[in-house]
C-alpha cells in the first residue's frame, strides 16, 4: 500500500501581519518541538499573507524550522503588467513548497473560474511550486447535484493539460463548511475525497491518485480533525479559522496524540 503522510496546512487568509507572523511560527515550532512532534505522522505548512512570506522565509532558514509554508494564490502570468499580482516565480525565489489556488474565497469575491484556476495550476508547476487545489460544492450544488458533482467538475478543469505528477494537493472543502462551524461528517469527506481519487487516477493514472494527499477542510478543529485522518481517502486538512490559534493549530497538527 502506499502511504501518504498526513498534511496540516493552515490558511490564515488575511490575518498576521508579519511581526505577528514570525512569532507565531516561532511559537508554532517550539510548541511541536516540546511536545516532540513526528514529522513523519503530519507534515505542517502554514499560508501567510504575501508581505509576511519574506519574514517567515528568514526565520525558518535561519532556524532550520520543519515548517512549509506558500502563498494563498499567486498570477497566472510570470511577469508584466498586472498591478496587484504576485509570480510564482516570485514565491519560489522565497522558497515557497506550496501555493494555494482556487480557494472559495477566490472564486467568490475575485471571481475566480475554473479557466483561471487551470491557468494558476500550470503557472505553479512551471515554477516548481506544489498547488494546493481547492475544490468544493455551495450548500445549493449539494442540494441540487449531491456532494461530489461540483468538485469532480472542478478538478477536471482545474487539471485540463497539466501534468499532476509534478506535484499536487487536494483540498475539499464543502463552501458550506468553510468559517461555520458547521464541519462535513467524515463519512462526507471520505466520499468525496474517494470520488476526487478515482477521477485523480483517470486522469493521471492510479500512481498518482495513490501517491497525492487529498486534504479535507471546512471547521477543522483539534476536536475533530482524528475522526477525518481516519478515513483512508482523507490525507490531512486545511485549516482556516483554526490555524490562528496557536494551541489549538499545534493540537490539530499532533492529532495522533
Ligand atoms: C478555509 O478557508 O480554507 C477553511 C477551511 O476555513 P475554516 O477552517 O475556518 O472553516
Not at 1 to 23: C, E, Y
Not at 56 to 74: E, K, N
Request: a negative charge.
Amino acid at each position: 500500500a502506499v502511504s501518504r503522510t498526513p498534511f496540516i496546512a493552515g490558511n490564515w487568509k488575511m490575518n498576521l501581519d508579519h511581526l505577528q507572523a514570525i512569532a507565531f511560527v516561532q511559537k508554532l515550532a517550539w510548541s511541536l518541538a516540546d511536545a516532540k512532534h513526528d514529522f513523519a505522522d503530519a507534515e505542517v505548512a502554514v499560508f501567510p499573507p504575501f508581505t509576511d512570506i519574506r519574514s517567515v522565509q528568514t526565520l525558518v532558514s535561519a532556524d532550520d524550522l520543519p515548517i512549509a509554508y506558500g502563498g494563498q494564490d499567486l498570477s497566472q502570468h510570470d511577469s508584466g503588467a498586472y498591478t496587484g499580482e504576485v509570480s510564482g516565480a516570485f514565491l519560489a525565489k522565497l522558497d515557497c513548497r506550496y501555493v494555494i489556488i482556487g480557494h472559495s474565497e477566490r472564486r467568490t469575491l475575485h471571481g475566480e473560474s475554473d479557466a483561471d484556476v487551470n491557468a494558476k495550476v500550470k503557472a505553479a508547476h512551471r515554477h516548481g511550486l506544489i498547488p494546493v487545489l481547492c475544490v468544493g460544492e455551495t450548500a445549493d450544488d449539494l442540494e441540487q447535484h449531491g456532494a461530489s458533482a461540483v468538485p469532480v467538475a472542478q478538478l477536471r478543469a482545474a487539471l485540463d493539460g497539466v501534468d499532476a505528477g509534478k506535484g499536487l494537493v487536494v483540498a475539499y472543502e464543502p463552501v458550506w463548511a468553510i468559517g461555520s462551524g458547521k464541519a462535513a461528517t467524515p463519512e462526507q469527506a471520505q466520499q468525496v475525497a474517494a470520488a476526487l481519487r478515482a477521477v485523480l487516477g483517470e486522469i493521471a493514472g492510479d500512481e498518482v491518485a495513490a501517491s497525492t494527499r487529498i486534504l479535507y477542510g471546512g471547521s477543522v478543529k483539534a476536536a475533530n480533525i482524528a475522526s477525518f485522518l481516519r478515513e483512508p481517502d482523507v490525507d490531512g486538512a486545511l485549516v482556516g479559522g483554526a490555524s490562528l490559534d496557536l494551541d489549538e493549530f499545534s493540537s490539530i497538527v499532533r492529532f495522533k496524540k
